[in-house]
T-cell receptor, first 111, second 113 residues
Framework: TQLLEQSPQFLSIQEGENLTVYCNSS?????LQWYRQEPGEGPVLLVT?????EVKKLKRLTFQFGDARKDSSLHITAAQPGDTGLYLC???????????FGTGTRLLVSP | NAGVMQNPRHLVRRRGQEARLRCSPM?????VYWYRQLPEEGLKFMVY????????ESGMPKERFSAEFPKEGPSILRIQQVVRGDSAAYFC???????????FGPGTRLTVL
């Protein structure tokens, strides 16, 4: 059974701080997605990484896929209150995309 | 709105009733996935369908749950004789091909009284 562990589970920081969220597994994934979910809404895709070692930047967010495609990280620079939400990583195996979701990281950024 | 649509957004049922959840995929998408998010838990895969076919239902409970994606119309997730443990948020996602990124709908929040 493929599992994705995210850490930390909860993170409460002040506006302007930097943070990193980790997503780890013992399984290899063909691709990995990061989503953000607001209360009462569905997950919204942030990025998809497919190549081992790949780094993608989305404004203040930097995503990295591990060389072995078993882990990923999300780094946020100068966090803002608008970054508050639940961050989910999700891995896809080969073949069809039956996503395996991580345990989630709840981020609270206070002004 | 070209996104994934789900309805109803909120559904309340009494124990023993049936719940029908509908999902209209993004325009041009023929692959539909259903996930369930139990309170304080992550999303878990339930079933993957293409038009008129169930491809993988390995995450579906063996009893009371069924899904379909007819040639015309939305995909339907049906839960018969609901129990309190079925209370959860049910999300539908769609993709254009089997390897494309999945885009999620806003979910249906089912509450069983």
């Amino acid at each position: 059974t493929q599992l994705l562990e995210q850490s930390p589970q909860f993170l409460s920081i002040q506006e302007g701080e930097n943070l990193t969220v980790y997503c780890n597994s013992s399984s290899v994934f063909s691709s990995l997605q990061w989503y953000r979910q607001e209360p009462g809404e569905g997950p919204v895709l942030l990025v998809t990484v497919v190549t081992g070692g790949e780094v993608k930047k989305l404004k203040r967010l930097t995503f990295q896929f591990g060389d072995a495609r078993k882990d990923s990280s999300l780094h946020i620079t100068a966090a803002q209150p608008g970054d508050t939400g639940l961050y989910l990583c999700a891995g896809a195996g080969t073949g069809f995309q039956k996503l395996v979701f991580g345990t989630g990281t709840r981020l609270l950024v206070s002004p | 709105n070209a996104g994934v649509m789900q309805n109803p957004r909120h559904l309340v049922r009494r124990r023993g009733q049936e719940a029908r959840l509908r999902c209209s995929p993004m325009k041009g998408h023929s692959h539909v996935y259903w996930y369930r998010q139990l309170p304080e838990e992550g999303l878990k895969f339930m079933v993957y369908l293409q038009k008129e076919n169930i491809i993988d239902e390995s995450g579906m409970p063996k009893e009371r749950f069924s899904a379909e994606f007819p040639k015309e119309g939305p995909s339907i997730l049906r839960i018969q004789q609901v129990v309190r443990g079925d209370s959860a948020a049910y999300f539908c996602a769609s993709s254009g091909t089997v390897t494309d990124t999945q885009y999620f709908g806003p979910g249906t929040r089912l509450t069983v009284l």
